[in-house]
């Protein structure tokens, strides 16, 4: 493989000042499995989980420049349950990080729900733990709607809801079915744009994981009218939707950071997980105006987010989980519950060569010994 080296990026930043992002990055992150967890599902995940390598992935973004996504899909959060969950909210709260965290608010916490106010009382209670944690609470979508076939006044009816029992800033989540198929039918017809507009004031942006670059064009335009900001969750066209079409148009508060409103989305992604090193100078350079560097620094970066995302995407954490074995993040390559099983052994030699050329993998001879001691059964 041909290993591409980022030492020439660093050293031409080093030698210019170091203004302001111009776009909020926050990573989301996965949790990292023990060695001994088993196989068979002998442990919870809090038991599974190896948390001191889990928040050692949350640092090393943190030194990088990313706020953490926590709790939220790539952490395999319909997996993992409330228990688990909480415990990397309160953890990731604890670590002080420099570039703060948000974190997904569900009701995961309940076996079985019974109507709509039992939801809405779990989500604000999981909110009002992040906010004392220090994070910021993103709504996570509600699967419990779209298996009751909710409709339109229904989904403004639960978030509004919400919205009224917390304090801002809040975002909202919409999550494809191609992450989470039971989220077919999720914000039908009006109701995403009628619930972005019940509170603004307080639900500050939003996170569109809709892998439709044109979609979020679209709504990030309509928001922006209410001062509210875009994250994109689009691992497949992050490259143009963060860039944009032109420069910021204002600054906003949000929460106390300020952003930037404009023809251009920030941005909340799964992908960062692997891609952390060069899209973090990628993003320096864009706050520099040079939009050649970080082409070329984030466009092979996006190459490689198509490949660990492609159909059935829900199984893209196998590849971040691999990558970041690969980079000596961690000591295996395992997810919880053996989720890393949804890809093959080609996607993730692939993913390994895509990585490479993209400058994702650091120690290029860790990386060789690591593909070379799997390579016999390929």
């Given at each position: 493989?041909?290993?591409?080296?980022?030492?020439?990026?660093?050293?031409?930043?080093?030698d210019r000042e170091s203004p302001a992002p111009v776009r909020r990055a926050a990573a989301a992150l996965r949790v990292v499995v023990r060695d001994d967890a088993g196989e068979g599902g002998e442990l919870s995940a809090v038991e599974a989980?190896?948390?001191?390598?889990?928040?050692?992935?949350?640092?090393?973004?943190?030194?990088?420049?990313?706020?953490?996504?926590?709790?939220?899909?790539?952490?395999?959060?319909?997996?993992?349950?409330?228990?688990?969950?909480?415990?990397?909210?309160?953890?990731?709260?604890?670590?002080?990080?420099?570039?703060?965290?948000?974190?997904?608010?569900?009701?995961?916490?309940?076996?079985?729900?019974?109507?709509?106010?039992?939801?809405?009382?779990?989500?604000?209670?999981?909110?009002?733990?992040?906010?004392?944690?220090?994070?910021?609470?993103?709504?996570?979508?509600?699967?419990?709607?779209?298996?009751?076939?909710?409709?339109?006044?229904?989904?403004?009816?639960?978030?509004?809801?919400?919205?009224?029992?917390?304090?801002?800033?809040?975002?909202?989540?919409?999550?494809?079915?191609?992450?989470?198929?039971?989220?077919?039918?999720?914000?039908?017809?009006?109701?995403?744009?009628?619930?972005?507009?019940?509170?603004?004031?307080?639900?500050?942006?939003?996170?569109?994981?809709?892998?439709?670059?044109?979609?979020?064009?679209?709504?990030?335009?309509?928001?922006?009218?209410?001062?509210?900001?875009?994250?994109?969750?689009?691992?497949?066209?992050?490259?143009?939707?963060?860039?944009?079409?032109?420069?910021?148009?204002?600054?906003?508060?949000?929460?106390?950071?300020?952003?930037?409103?404009?023809?251009?989305?920030?941005?909340?992604?799964?992908?960062?997980?692997?891609?952390?090193?060069?899209?973090?100078?990628?993003?320096?350079?864009?706050?520099?105006?040079?939009?050649?560097?970080?082409?070329?620094?984030?466009?092979?970066?996006?190459?490689?987010?198509?490949?660990?995302?492609?159909?059935?995407?829900?199984?893209?954490?196998?590849?971040?989980?691999?990558?970041?074995?690969?980079?000596?993040?961690?000591?295996?390559?395992?997810?919880?519950?053996?989720?890393?099983?949804?890809?093959?052994?080609?996607?993730?030699?692939?993913?390994?060569?895509?990585?490479?050329?993209?400058?994702?993998?650091?120690?290029?001879?860790?990386?060789?010994?690591?593909?070379?001691?799997?390579?016999?059964?390929?």
């Amino acid at each position: 493989m041909e290993f591409r080296r980022l030492d020439a990026f660093r050293e031409e930043l080093e030698d210019r000042e170091s203004p302001a992002p111009v776009r909020r990055a926050a990573a989301a992150l996965r949790v990292v499995v023990r060695d001994d967890a088993g196989e068979g599902g002998e442990l919870s995940a809090v038991e599974a989980i190896d948390w001191d390598a889990t928040a050692a992935l949350r640092r090393r973004a943190d030194r990088l420049g990313f706020a953490i996504a926590e709790a939220m899909d790539t952490a395999q959060r319909f997996r993992i349950g409330w228990p688990a969950a909480r415990r990397l909210i309160e953890t990731t709260g604890a670590l002080d990080l420099g570039c703060g965290f948000i974190a997904g608010a569900g009701y995961d916490q309940l076996d079985t729900v019974a109507d709509r106010d039992e939801v809405v009382a779990a989500v604000v209670e999981q909110a009002r733990i992040i906010q004392a944690a220090g994070g910021e609470a993103m709504i996570l979508s509600v699967p419990w709607l779209t298996r009751q076939g909710a409709d339109e006044e229904a989904f403004v009816e639960t978030y509004a809801a919400i919205f009224e029992a917390l304090e801002g800033p809040l975002y909202v989540h919409w999550l494809g079915e191609m992450f989470l198929p039971e989220l077919a039918g999720n914000f039908p017809g009006a109701s995403f744009e009628r619930v972005m507009a019940l509170a603004p004031e307080k639900v500050r942006g939003t996170k569109l994981s809709l892998l439709d670059a044109e979609r979020e064009r679209t709504l990030r335009r309509a928001l922006a009218a209410n001062d509210q900001v875009v994250f994109t969750g689009d691992d497949l066209h992050f490259c143009d939707l963060i860039r944009g079409e032109g420069p910021a148009e204002r600054t906003v508060d949000v929460g106390g950071r300020e952003l930037s409103i404009g023809p251009f989305s920030h941005a909340l992604l799964g992908v960062f997980d692997a891609i952390a090193g060069p899209a973090s100078l990628a993003l320096r350079f864009l706050a520099r105006g040079d939009e050649r560097r970080y082409e070329e620094l984030m466009r092979p970066c996006e190459e490689l987010g198509r490949w660990l995302f492609r159909a059935p995407t829900m199984h893209y954490k196998a590849g971040l989980a691999f990558l970041s074995w690969l980079n000596g993040l961690q000591d295996n390559p395992r997810l919880f519950a053996c989720e890393e099983r949804g890809r093959d052994r080609e996607h993730l030699f692939e993913a390994a060569r895509l990585a490479a050329a993209a400058g994702c993998l650091e120690d290029p001879d860790l990386a060789n010994q690591r593909l070379a001691s799997i390579a016999g059964g390929r």
